[in-house]
């Protein structure tokens, strides 16, 4: 009975163990099953040495032969280093800090080709940047950040593709020059400032002067074009009214001529033009004589004047 007893909690013991050791080798198999995201590649070794490289999806590693020696980010990254102390080609030494933005492009180089590749571009951007700035001068060196991150970005890029590295911009971020050049330079800009502020208060003023002659001058011009119209309307007018003068005293003789060329036919045609004029003479008189002249001279000859006249007056009558 004992021996039955002891032979079944044997068994029980042993079923437990089993399914305990069971249970432990799916947890373990579990454990081996591997989901890969889209941004990352898992790098496989076997047996220690390089297997594969593993992609996107659902992945099993084998028990106690594989591991997963590195997950890598196929992410663009960005590191930005602390400020490096440089020496310009003129012997002043200042603080520069870099950002670089690269992207793994094969997971194996980068896994395998260098021990630290953060590290790694980091020290080879200092050193890059050293060479670059020892070839220029202060002034160059804060006028010329474009040409500093393109040389920056190329060199790095070529020196990072065994690495499985590729470096896609270098940007200065700050340059720093000892507090002795930040001075003069805020000095030197401070001047140039002013300098700026006189040159277009001098061109304002300028302009000023120039505007206002300009606006004289037009207005002379102007009043000449305006007196030299009136002077032109004036001599029109008083041509005109003489025209008129003449030609009402023109057709006055007209008229004359043909009462005498009608009424006068036996006399003689000079002595009636002689008449005539010498009566417009005598109108002429009486009209000086009716404006506010204090004196009238009278020519000896008006007694003609008036013969002449009734002569005229009664040939008419006729």
Not at 17 to 25: E, P, R, T
Not at 213 to 225: D, F, I, N, R, T
Request: hydrophobic share 40%.
């Amino acid at each position: 009975m004992f021996l039955e007893n002891g032979g079944n909690t044997g068994l029980i013991v042993g079923l437990i163990i089993g399914a305990v050791v069971l249970l432990i080798i799916v947890l373990y198999c579990v454990t081996r099953i591997k989901i890969v995201r889209q941004t990352n590649k898992y790098v496989v070794e076997r047996l220690g040495g390089y297997h594969t490289t593993w992609g996107v999806g659902f992945h099993f590693l084998c028990p106690f032969i594989d591991k997963v020696a590195h997950v890598v980010s196929m992410k663009e990254q960005v590191k930005d280093f602390d400020p490096q102390p440089v020496i310009t080609k003129d012997n002043v030494t200042m603080q520069i800090d870099t950002v670089v933005f690269f992207q793994v492009t094969d997971p194996k180089l980068f896994a395998y080709g260098v021990e630290n590749p953060i590290a790694a571009i980091e020290n080879l951007s200092a050193t890059t940047l050293r060479n670059i700035i020892g070839e220029l001068d202060l002034d160059e060196t804060l006028t010329s950040r474009d040409i500093i991150n393109t040389k920056m970005r190329s060199i790095l890029d070529e020196a990072t593709d065994p690495w499985g590295i590729k470096v896609n911009r270098v940007e200065v971020k700050n340059i720093l020059p000892p507090k002795d050049i930040r001075d003069a330079m805020e000095r030197q800009m401070r001047a140039e400032r002013e300098r700026r502020e006189k040159i277009l208060l001098a061109e304002g003023e300028k302009k000023s002067q120039i505007l206002l002659a300009e606006g004289q001058k037009e207005s002379q011009v102007l009043k000449a074009a305006a007196e030299k119209e009136a002077m032109i309307l004036k001599s029109e007018g008083q041509a005109q009214s003489i025209l008129k003068v003449k030609e009402a005293e023109a057709e006055g003789i007209k008229l004359i001529r043909q009462a005498e060329a009608e009424g006068l036919k036996s006399l003689n045609a000079a002595k009636v033009t002689n008449e005539v004029l010498t009566l417009k003479s005598y109108e002429a008189v009486r009209d000086l004589a009716n404006g506010q002249a204090t004196k009238i001279i009278v020519p000896s000859e008006l007694q003609n004047l008036a013969t002449a006249a009734q002569t005229i007056s009664e040939v008419i009558k006729k």
